[in-house]
């Protein structure tokens, strides 16, 4: 399912702000290598370009224990995208932030087939 809108605002509209929320239950392994892997696939497939290296955060057993996973972040030419991993629960969320046009169809696409997420949500704006 994905549900779009567009956002009309007035303040800056000169400046390009696009962005997708991507959710699911995901069935692969998931660690720091493959959330590496992940920004890789996504940019290449997407055009955008990385300028600095994946941030990717773990809680190490702090906090709930169904919170464990990953917290990640890789900056762009054109913005960011960050990752969320919930381990325990194989649940990811993530957003895809740029201010350059990207196809949201083509980036729900990409992550779903990379994570094998049966079913998405997804929300653009």
Known sequence: ???????????????????????????????????????????????????????????????KKINQGYDAFVPLIDSGISVYVWSTAKFLSLIIYTCKRFDEKKAIAVTKQFWKINEVVAEAF
Do not use: C, W
């Not at 994905?2 to 509209?13: E, I, N, Q, T, W």
């Not at 929320?21 to 069935?27: H, K, N, P, R």
């Open 1 to 63: 399912m994905v549900k779009s809108r567009v956002m009309r605002s007035r303040l800056a509209p000169h400046i390009t702000r696009q962005r997708v929320l991507i959710e699911g239950f995901y069935l692969i392994k998931a660690d720091k290598r493959v959330i590496k892997n992940y920004f890789k696939t996504i940019t290449k497939e997407l055009n955008l370009e990385m300028y600095g290296k994946p941030i990717i955060f773990s809680p190490g057993g702090e906090g």
